[in-house]
């Protein structure tokens, strides 16, 4: 099913992996090129229905399109993610797109035994990175569907449909003072690097091109029936 309004979709199930290629089936055709995952049980238990990203830097890539780019605008991102019984404490980035100082994307990281979800912006300037963590969670072991917004000066996290984590003008920095993130590195679905992998299994990322509201984040996640 494709989706609109949407930069990049990524099912990531075996219909649309060919143990090379992640296929996108929005219209923008972001091919991504995938080293070192494994298929995986999916969010239903069917075969082969999820891909695995273990502990070797196992990584999509998603290239560079100018499709890709959010400039200063919202954006959306959205993902199945099970997290696995081990979890390092370094911050592991789900879909990230990055160069240098440069970025924009989502991530999670263990504090206390729990699993937070972190928005992460930066412009390449120091005094102007953003990233909110607090009571976005997800559980190990679990499928939850995170959905992560960024509009005008707020950011917030769904999880499984419910809002769980927000950020506004009133109780924190306004996030739509960042520089254009454009041209900004590859987009990467996990990072490259060993040490930042997710050991998790993820199903369906997308990229929209807006920032989803509570009713469409809430619509995203029962359309799956779950």
């Known amino acids: 099913m494709k989706a609109t309004g949407i930069k990049g979709h990524w099912p990531l199930d075996d219909e649309h992996y060919d143990g090379t290629y992640a296929e ?45 780019d959010v400039g200063v605008h919202p954006f959306s991102i959205s993902f199945w993610l099970r997290p696995s019984a081990y979890s ?4 592991k980035d789900v879909v990230e797109k990055k160069d240098g100082n440069t970025f924009y994307g989502v991530a999670f ?39 992560a917004v960024k509009e005008a000066n707020d950011l917030r996290i769904y ?13 924190g920095p306004a996030v739509n003072t960042q520089g254009s993130l454009d041209n900004v590195g ?24 807006y920032g989803l509201n509570p009713g469409q984040a809430a619509n995203l996640y029962q359309s799956y029936g779950v």
């Open 88 to 91: 390092s404490s370094a911050v």
């Open 159 to 171: 999880i499984d449909g419910v809002e769980a984590a927000y950020l506004g003008a009133v109780s």
């Open 109 to 147: 990281y263990s504090y206390e035994g729990i699993e937070r979800i972190l928005i992460s912006i930066r412009d390449g300037v120091a005094a102007q990175t953003y990233r909110y963590t607090d009571n976005g969670t997800v559980t190990r072991l679990q499928w939850q569907h995170v959905v």
């Open 24 to 68: 996108d089936i929005s219209r923008n055709g972001n091919i991504g090129t995938c080293t070192g995952l494994e298929q995986a049980d999916g969010i239903y238990g069917q075969s082969n229905g999820s891909l695995l990203f273990g502990t070797g830097g196992d990584t999509i890539n998603c290239g560079n399109d100018s499709s890709l």
């Open 186 to 209: 590859n987009l990467l679905v996990s990072d490259v690097a060993a040490t930042k992998s997710l050991n998790s299994r993820l199903y369906d990322a997308r990229l929209y091109s």
